[in-house]
């Protein structure tokens, strides 16, 4: 059995890791600085403007279905990205994810709860 990366995986980590460098680590130092005076580590609207790079990118919505936008990544794949996202401290997720219960709602609940959470910061917590 082969435990070997496909190339398909080598490429997302690869992409993922070059994002991670090039959009997130930057924001390191200005983050811990913001810690240390008790200040939100990224604001709203940072948060947002990354997610939304990181959309253009290609990153969004890891486990959600190809249905509504997302990736539909497999578990293995997934933790390629996550592992590249913990080489910062930087607070940061690619969000477009949503709680699996919503994806078996009623067309009014999915409308209501949703998709708004996947197009929003991708936690309901955060909306």
Same mark, same amino acid.
């Given at each position: 059995?082969?435990?070997?990366?496909?190339?398909?995986?080598?490429?997302?980590?690869?992409?993922?890791?070059?994002?991670?460098?090039?959009?997130?680590?930057?924001?390191?130092?200005?983050?811990?600085?913001?810690?240390?005076?008790?200040e939100p580590a990224l604001?709203?609207? =940072?948060?947002?403007?990354?997610?939304?790079?990181?959309?253009?990118?290609?990153?969004?919505?890891?486990?959600?279905?190809?249905?509504?936008?997302?990736?539909?990544?497999?578990?293995?794949?997934?933790?390629?990205?996550?592992? =590249?996202?913990?080489?910062?401290?930087?607070?940061?997720?690619?969000?477009?994810?949503?709680?699996?219960?919503?994806?078996?709602?009623?067309?009014?609940?999915?409308?209501?709860?949703?998709?708004?959470?996947?197009?929003?910061?991708?936690?309901?917590?955060?909306?």
């Amino acid at each position: 059995m082969d435990f070997g990366l496909t190339d398909e995986q080598r490429d997302i980590r690869d992409t993922a890791r070059a994002f991670v460098t090039r959009e997130v680590v930057p924001l390191e130092e200005e983050m811990l600085r913001r810690e240390r005076t008790g200040e939100p580590a990224l604001r709203r609207d =940072e948060l947002r403007e990354l997610q939304s790079r990181a959309r253009r990118f290609g990153f969004w919505g890891m486990s959600t279905p190809e249905a509504y936008g997302g990736m539909a990544l497999p578990a293995v794949t997934q933790s390629l990205l996550w592992t =590249e996202l913990g080489r910062t401290p930087v607070p940061f997720r690619f969000g477009g994810e949503a709680d699996n219960i919503l994806y078996e709602a009623s067309d009014a609940q999915r409308a209501e709860y949703l998709l708004p959470t996947i197009e929003g910061s991708g936690s309901a917590a955060s909306r």
